[in-house]
């Protein structure tokens, strides 16, 4: 570390990431959807449900979605190396852009089957659908016991949470609808049901996929604000000017900070580098969930200085 350049960390990347924490559960849910997958497809056939095969249809993008999580938690724990400096962490973010994806074609699929439904009307079994269909509703509770915890810490498992949360609306719509075929006769209750499973994919969806590409374009942490960490860091003594502050997170649970901080010299010599990285550090990790911090210390004039160098 040359003069004025020293580099101060808080600690190292996490050896796993967000999601890793529950694989297990991840593999629970993948075999309970696919189990199910198979019985509602059946389901669909035997009762003339387009409600049933929709959800199992979802439930198949669950699965894939599920595996693609699992396979994802594989490539992020590998250690780094002298190439991919992080490993394979942001594997994780590009699984949920998968399931996001796959998450769009299954409601745009749903929606138009719904309403060809209304064309075409078909005969729908009721009795056949109940049935069916709470054998999903149940299923899908069992999975969201499983993953109602990781969803609030990684983005993957949030993917895979509200695909299943919308299996079990789905599920709940396709009873409503059976019942409502039953009690009625009303067969446009089915198509009905189909068009409501779709509107619950897509909303939910846009909102992960926003999420998803924020980490891929490096945005700012939504709960980390900009200005009050420029806030609190110009409040600590000596402390000048802070410039090149950024901060953006590698994969769920990692966020960075990188950031150049002016010091004046009388400071900096009295207190020593290392005294002022402590506080620097101490500061950001006091009011912010910041996992990995790296900060350049300079004097004043400094990045004139390297502004010239570039050019």
Known sequence: MGAGHDHGHAHGPPAGTATAAYRGRLRVALSITLTVMVV??????VAGSLALVADAAHMATDALGLGMSLLAIHFATRPPTG???????????????ANCLLLLGVGGYVLYEAVQRFVTPTVTEGGLTIVFGLIGLVANMISLTLLV?????????????????????????????????????????????????????????????????????????????????????????GVE???????????????????????????????????????????????????????????????????????
């Open 149 to 237: 915890r990781g969803q609030a810490e990684s983005l993957n498992v949030r993917g895979a949470f509200l695909e299943v949360a919308a299996d079990a609306l789905g599920s709940l719509a396709v009873i409503i609808s059976a019942v409502v075929i039953l009690t009625t006769g009303w067969q446009a209750a089915d198509p009905v049901a189909s068009l409501l499973i779709g509107l619950m994919i897509v909303p939910r969806t846009l909102k992960l996929l926003r999420e998803t590409l924020d980490v891929l374009l490096e945005s700012a942490p939504k709960d980390v604000d900009m200005t009050q960490v420029r806030t609190h860091v110009l409040a600590l003594d």
């Open 241 to 311: 000017d802070i410039h090149d502050l950024h901060v953006w997170t590698i994969t769920s649970g990692m966020p960075v900070l990188s950031a150049h901080v002016v010091v004046r010299s009388d400071v900096l010599n009295a207190i020593g580098n290392e005294k002022m990285l402590h506080e620097l550090q101490g500061c950001l990790g006091d009011h912010f969930d910041v996992e990995h911090c790296t900060f350049q210390l300079e004097p004043r004039g400094h990045a004139e200085h390297e502004a010239r160098l570039c050019h």
């Open 83 to 97: 190439h991919r400096t992080y490993g394979y962490a942001r594997a994780e973010i590009l699984a949920a852009l």
């Open 40 to 45: 509602e497809i059946v389901g669909g056939v």
